[in-house]
């Protein structure tokens, strides 16, 4: 099961009570994933989707409305058609505000207007509906062994329509969020890229469960990221120990090259002959291995490469 299938599946564990967001999760669903139907004298709807999905959605126009689904496999495929054609489902079309009489006529209504989410809760109920519709998501990292996309965080929601995307984007903004509106292959995606809003996300679309996982994701990241930096920074200090090193031996042979050993005081002398023979030494080792401090050590160590500089 895939990350997004895992949000989904939760999603659809949510139960909703309240009636307006009932009806905001379904308008949310078929705007995404279904269209309106005609047959004979009556107009309705289908949703195509997966059946787990499906199988929610007609729980919930069930619930809301009295009337059931028709659910049915799409051969060779893992989808299946949920479809409502009857005397009451232009009803239920014009409730959800997908449908709007106009004059003598009726006409299909791209808008999300506020009579479709009249209040925070069914606000929620909308977003969390789009996203079971016609959402995905990606991480970097791997979920229990499942390789996901190396590009980074991406969470989006795909509109067939312009205006609904766009309302959608401005919905996500009056609740706290920042979506980027692209067209893509003649489709309109709203996507996230920043993990924390993902988060966000997916916690209001009631996906608790993915939601503590992409944390922990995050918190193993950031231990990670800190164990990197730790071993980057011992890496850089050792190289920069190596290069003293060897730059002290080349001070050192230099100096006794140019006036021999026996021309060294006893301290400079015995400084250089424990460089040259333990060149894999820290300054600190060094020093204890010479009973003196590493202060002392490195003031000898100077005054060595300040005389090879002066012989060169």
Do not use: W
Request: proline content about 1%.
């Amino acid at each position: 099961m895939s990350f997004t299938s895992e949000i989904k599946k939760q999603i659809t564990d949510v139960k909703i009570i309240d009636k307006k967001a009932q009806s905001a999760f379904i308008s949310a669903f078929l705007r995404t994933c279904g269209s309106v139907e005609t047959s004979s004298d009556d107009i309705g709807f289908s949703a195509y989707s997966e059946e787990d999905s499906l199988k929610y959605f007609a729980r919930l126009i069930k619930l809301r409305y009295g009337k059931t689904c028709v659910i049915e496999k799409v051969a060779k495929t893992e989808r299946a058609r949920a479809t409502l054609i009857d005397g009451d489902s232009l009803y239920i079309l014009t409730d959800l505000g997908i449908l709007k009489k106009d004059g003598g006529g009726i006409e299909v209504s791209l808008n999300i207007g506020a009579d479709v989410c009249p209040d925070e809760v069914s606000a929620k109920a909308f977003i969390a509906g789009a996203f079971l519709g016609a959402g995905s998501i990606t991480v970097p990292k791997l979920f229990e062994g499942r390789a996901q996309t190396k590009t980074g965080y991406h969470l989006e929601v795909v509109f067939s329509k312009y205006v609904t995307a766009a309302d959608f984007s401005s919905l996500l903004a009056e609740n706290g969020f920042f979506p980027k509106l692209v067209e893509r292959k003649e489709q309109f995606v709203v996507y996230f890229k920043n993990v924390e809003e993902i988060e966000s996300f997916i916690g209001m679309c009631g996906a608790n469960g993915a939601y503590f996982k992409l944390n922990d994701l995050q918190i193993q990241k950031e231990i990670r990221n800190r164990e990197n930096r730790k071993i980057n920074c011992e890496m850089s200090n050792m190289t920069k120990t190596i290069d003293a090193s060897i730059r002290s031996r080349e001070d050192i042979k230099t100096v006794i090259d140019c006036v021999g050993a026996e021309g060294l005081s006893e301290p400079l002398r015995l400084v250089a002959d424990a460089r040259l023979n333990n060149e894999d030494m820290s300054l600190q080792e060094l020093a204890d291995m010479l009973g003196i401090s590493k202060s002392c050590l490195t003031h000898r160590l100077r005054k060595l490469s300040e005389l090879a500089k002066t012989l060169r």
